[in-house]
């Protein structure tokens, strides 16, 4: 062996020494530069974000009542009936009849002006508007499982970072990359 070759064993060695001694070791020259993606879900919610709407439709109600009493559709019975009461008999039975005509036809004349009055009806347009929903998907990131020296864990990311997290320090590097690159590019 020559002298040079001693020389160079010996400054490797010390080399060595000093690296080891410097706290730099063989588990920090080891250490792993990503950590191995394992599973990323997307993290979303369902948003229900509330509006108006509105629409004019047709309604249909009772037209308001002139006459309450019906006493136009009674007094308008009450002669026809008693007209038509007095053509039978003669005599006290004509005088009973055209009473009972009056009685009849009074009656039969309220009936018949209230079913018109029931049936009397008026159109107007009114708004109506009621609560609707409209729903959404809101991105709160993604829950992604790694693996690093052997552990696994879970972290939310803002975006998918790939198939590998980048490390620095021993801590993951949780903010994308310059120009929106993925570890794995």
Known sequence: MDKSMVKGIVLGGLAVTAVAASGVGYKAMTQPVYAEVLAAREVTETVRTPREECADVAVRRRAPVQDQHRIAGTAIGAVAGGLLGSTIGAGTGRTIAT???????????????????????????????????????????????????????????????????????????????????????
């Open 99 to 185: 009473v009972a005509g009056a009685a009849a036809g009074g009656y039969a004349g309220n009936k018949v002006q209230q079913g018109m009055q029931n049936g009397d009806t008026v159109s107007t347009t009114e708004r109506r508007c009621k609560t609707v929903y409209d729903t959404s998907l809101k991105h709160h990131g993604y829950d992604v499982s790694y693996r690093l020296d052997g552990r696994e864990d879970v972290v939310r990311m803002s975006f998918h970072p790939g198939t590998r997290i980048p490390v620095k320090d021993g801590k993951l590097v949780l903010d994308p990359l310059p120009g929106g690159q993925k570890a794995d590019s």
